[in-house]
Nanobody
């Protein structure tokens, strides 16, 4: 069982940067692959990034490559999403998720946080 709590979302101007954090509870955090998804109003939940349990592999959605970076700190049970060069279209609720295997669709993940709002103004 893993419980996830996201933080770091806020209002930022276009071109700015944000770092989201996702704190996990549970002693087995290091066993889980972690993912970030986002959902804008009226749209489906969209894959942002994922990282394997040992940071050996990372995956990114097509629109995030080169701007977003996922990382994790297993000693502190935290996964991060560094977002640079933010655009208004990045506005969404950002969710972190956990599962034993990496995936790029929401159905691949069993555990979810409550989300954190990111708003990018033009």
């Amino acid at each position: 069982q893993v419980q996830l709590v996201e933080s770091g979302g806020r209002l930022v101007q276009a071109g700015g940067s944000l770092r989201l954090s996702c704190a996990a509870s549970g002693r087995t955090f290091s066993s889980y692959c972690m993912g970030w998804f986002r959902q804008a109003p009226g749209k489906e939940r969209e894959f942002v990034a994922a990282i394997t349990w040992n940071s050996g592999s990372t995956y990114y959605g097509d629109y995030m490559k080169g701007r977003f970076t996922i990382s994790r700190d297993n000693a502190n049970n935290t996964v991060y999403l560094q977002m640079n060069s933010l655009k208004p279209e990045d506005t969404a609720v950002y969710y972190c998720a956990a599962d034993l295997l990496p995936g790029v669709v929401p159905a691949a993940y069993d555990y979810w946080g409550q989300g954190t709002q990111v708003t990018v103004s033009s």
